[in-house]
């Protein structure tokens, strides 16, 4: 494009809330034929909710989820065993939301918020440590605290058995469930406690926007750190197909699941090529990554595009190559226009 043309799409994009870093993106943009979008705080407002507490009974492992199993929030069922130690609500709530209250992550937000809510005092946490992809640890009253997934409490040798028809049950709601556990002081005997909710909402305009870029034949796909079963309820929503979402990928995993989509290695690419000379004679796709996160710097680094979406962090906005002013992801389509200048004529 000449030097006049860069400018005007530069400045329309300006308008637009699309911010291009310079003129080699705002030509790349328009060659893009499949859109990564990160699920948290890209296709969904990242504004999570507490919805569920529910404690388990620590010493059975089998048969113990069942009092769960009809009710979320609701009081512990009496109908099993009593334990010694009946943990409830209050206890598991009180756990989590005192070790996350060192977090800045939004799952780790809704937690604290809801405990609040709930009129639960906190402590707060020392020796917290986050584990990126995995959720937290934190010493809590003396004693350790973990709140994350399966993979944070295999790490620590606790099995997360006893919880997984909870777990599953949440996360076939869309919402990500969270495990709690805590360790006692000067032993090595972690305890499974509860799991906790949290729920987002979808963007409003995240199926529009999907929609678009598949009216423009562009491949929509999806990859998160989240589990599958969340992150296809969450597909599901907007219309990605459920065979291009890429659930549990671990911060460090995301620019290499990008590349892996780049060279058109992932088995729909491999479909789709057969019938599209373009990938079969550049050997694979050109991807705009759309996140928002810190986790996703490499990724956004990574891809043909890199793109930031909205209350983006410092560090996704510097790793980008386009930076969407809103949190809105129809401005995804916004910038491949500007680019290939049909929004021009309508501006
Ligand atoms: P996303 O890719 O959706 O932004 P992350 O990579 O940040 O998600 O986290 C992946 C998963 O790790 C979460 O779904 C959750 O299970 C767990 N996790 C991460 N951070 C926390 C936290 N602060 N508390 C509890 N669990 C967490
Ligand atoms: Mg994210």
Same mark, same amino acid.
């Given at each position: ?12 994009? =300006? ?46 492992? !089998? &048969? ?14 009496? !109908? ?11 206890? %598991? ?46 010493? %809590? ?19 997360? =058995? ?23 002081? &000067? ?117 043909? %595009? ?42």
């Amino acid at each position: 494009a000449t030097p006049a043309a860069t400018m005007v799409g530069t400045s329309i994009g =300006a308008k637009n809330g699309v911010l291009f870093k310079g003129g080699d993106v705002l030509e790349r943009a328009k060659d893009v034929d499949t859109v990564v979008f990160d699920k948290t705080g890209t296709l969904t407002e990242g504004e999570m909710e507490l919805t569920d507490v529910v404690p388990l009974d620590g010493r059975s492992t !089998d &048969g113990g989820t069942e009092t769960a199993a009809d009710g979320g929030t609701q009081a512990i069922g009496g !109908d099993t065993e009593p334990a010694t130690d009946e943990i409830d609500e209050e206890t %598991v709530l009180r756990a989590a939301a005192s070790a996350e209250s060192g977090s800045e992550h939004p799952l780790a937000q809704a937690i604290v918020d809801g405990a609040e809510e709930r009129g639960i005092d906190l402590v707060d946490p020392e020796g917290f440590e986050n584990v990126p992809g995995q959720g937290v640890r934190a010493t %809590v009253d003396g004693e350790e605290v973990l709140v994350g997934n399966r993979t944070l409490l295999r790490e620590a040798d606790i099995d997360p =058995a006893p919880a997984v028809e909870t777990l599953e049950r949440l996360e076939s709601e869309g919402k990500t469930a969270m495990l709690v556990a805590r360790v006692p002081a &000067g032993t090595s005997d972690g305890r499974l406690l509860g799991v906790v909710a949290d729920a987002d909402t979808v963007k409003e305009s995240a199926k529009e926007a999907v929609a678009a870029l598949q009216d423009r034949d562009v491949t929509t796909r999806m990859i998160t750190g989240d589990n599958e079963r969340t992150a296809e309820a969450v597909a599901e929503a907007v219309g990605i197909d459920p065979d291009n979402v890429r659930a549990g990928v671990l911060p460090e995993d995301k620019s290499d699941a990008i590349d892996d989509i780049q060279q058109g290695v992932l088995s729909s690419d491999a479909r789709q090529g057969s019938g599209d000379e373009r990938s079969e004679s550049a050997g694979g796709r050109r991807a705009m990554m759309v996140g928002d996160g810190v986790n996703d710097a490499p990724a956004l680094a990574t891809a043909y %595009v890199g793109t930031a979406i909205g209350s983006g962090t410092d560090v996704a906005i510097e790793a980008a190559d386009v930076t969407l002013m809103r949190d809105d992801p129809l401005d995804v389509v916004k910038a491949i226009r500007i680019s290939d200048g049909t929004l021009r004529k309508i501006k």
